[in-house]
Nanobody, 131 residues
């Protein structure tokens, strides 16, 4: 079992930065891939970024490439997402998700990018970017 807790959300002006954290419990977490997703008001949840268990492979959705950076600290059982040059359209509830590597895959739509691949989810943290 893995339990995930997100933190770090808040209100920021456009152009600003935030760092989200996803803290996990469960000794197997270091072997799990982790993704970040977000749900904006009135929209479906969408993929943002993901990281493999090793931390060597990183995947990003096009809208955040070059602005967001995902990383993990295995010693702390925590995955981070540094968000720079935030835009009002980044406003959403951000969720982290985790799953064993065997259940995560790459397809024509991307790698680790489908919410249906993930079995463990956090409660979400709100990010609001003002213009």
């Amino acid at each position: 079992q893995v339990q995930l807790v997100e933190s770090g959300g808040g209100l920021v002006q456009a152009g600003g930065s935030l760092r989200l954290s996803c803290a996990a419990s469960g000794r197997a977490f270091s072997n799990y891939g982790v993704g970040w997703f977000r749900r904006a008001p009135g929209k479906e949840r969408e993929f943002v970024a993901a990281i493999t268990w090793s931390g060597f492979n990183l995947y990003y959705a096009d809208p955040v490439k070059g602005r967001f950076t995902i990383s993990r600290d295995k010693a702390k059982n925590t995955v981070y997402m540094q968000m720079n040059r935030l835009k009002p359209e980044d406003t959403a509830v951000y969720y982290c998700a985790a799953e064993g590597t065997a259940r995560l895959y790459c397809s024509g739509y991307g790698c680790y990018s489908s919410e249906y691949e993930y079995g463990y989810w956090g409660q979400g943290t709100q990010v609001t970017v003002s213009s």
